[in-house]
């Protein structure tokens, strides 16, 4: 395995205490999924009701949007390992990224649906290379001696996601408000590209300067998947669950007469509780084996989603906020460890990739499906509903994923008596 990124020394005159390593990596590729998933994924149920009340669309229309971003996610996907061996880890992170943030911009460009749905497949596809990529590249900063630390990093990588989500959740409802205008969510894609056009600025040196994961052996390329077939299950139900929660939620709180400062508040409470939820959820997940860390951090997934389906006062929305938004980016980094552990590591990139598919496909039923179940007279309650059942099923499923545990990782964790498994 390659050598991890040079660290950064604290202030500290005295003591020249070094960050852990891989910790300085792990943060700035964390502005990967921040751009890739935070902005181009999430963001869109802030400007959705914006959007479908200046474009006339059916919920169908609005859920297939998603789905069009999901599709181009599939097709990323799908590219993300063969790209990363001819062109290299580092420059497929990279170029997702600046393509993503051209989409996003363009965006706010046109009110043709055609093109909408073209440049949401656009930078779903551009983010699923940048997303993978820099999990290959944060999976190989970990530290291997301890799946504690190993778990912490996988866990920031992933939150960045959701300090994107914060950062959208403070700017778009505002920026909606002071515009006044019917169509103000323009101005909100144009937005969202200045924030990514940031963070594709401080994460572009970090990639570049970090560790290229192992490339595997010509004979070797193709990994083991049916090592974690229940996962690969799992994972595809959590993509349809997850993303009909994520994509609806807001419409659904808005027309239970939310306003724009409750909106706001639920939004960055969600945000927030994925970036703690990371550092929480760290240490479950490195004792927990085989498919029950998954199968417990999609078990409280479900019941946050469930909550506002259960009470519509503030408290359950805020509860929801906090569960779901604690625990959903905290399920790919319970499903990365999981294939870390089980798979060499010239595996890594190549299975976070099929593990990703598996999600993308998933995603691309759930909005769509979701969105023809709210047009139906009992509305957007039948496809919450939906998630609530399928996001169950996946930590069922989860349950079924066996241990397995490669040589190299079994004796980096008999060397190290710091480590929980």
Known sequence: MSAPSPTLRRSSPRRGARLPPGFATAVGLALGPA???????FAYALLLPSMRADLHWSFATAGAMNTANALGYLAGALLAAVLARRYGTRRVFVAGLGVTVLALLATGGTANLVALVALRAVAGASGA????????????????????????????????????????????PYLLAVTSLADGWRWGWVLLAVLGAAAFAVATPVALASAEPPVPPVADRRWPARRLGALLVSYALFGAGYIAYMTFIVAFLKDHGTGPSGITAFWVVLGAASITGAFAWARPIARLRAGRGPAMVLAVLGAGALLPLVSRSPEAAMGSALLFGGSFLSVVTAVTAVARRSLQPHHWTPAIAGLTVAFAVGQCLGPVLAGVLSDRPAGLIVGLALSVGVLLAAAVVALAQGHCETSAHSMAATADPTTVV
Do not use: D, E, M, Q
Not at 142 to 157: D, E, V
């Open 35 to 41: 751009v890739a998933i935070g902005l181009a994924r």
């Open 129 to 172: 290379l940048a997303f993978i990529a820099g999990a290959g590249l944060a999976a190989a900063a970990a530290p291997a001696a301890s799946p504690h630390r190993a778990a912490t990093l996988l866990g920031i990588y992933f939150a960045g996601g959701g300090a994107a989500i914060v950062a959208s959740g403070l700017a778009i």
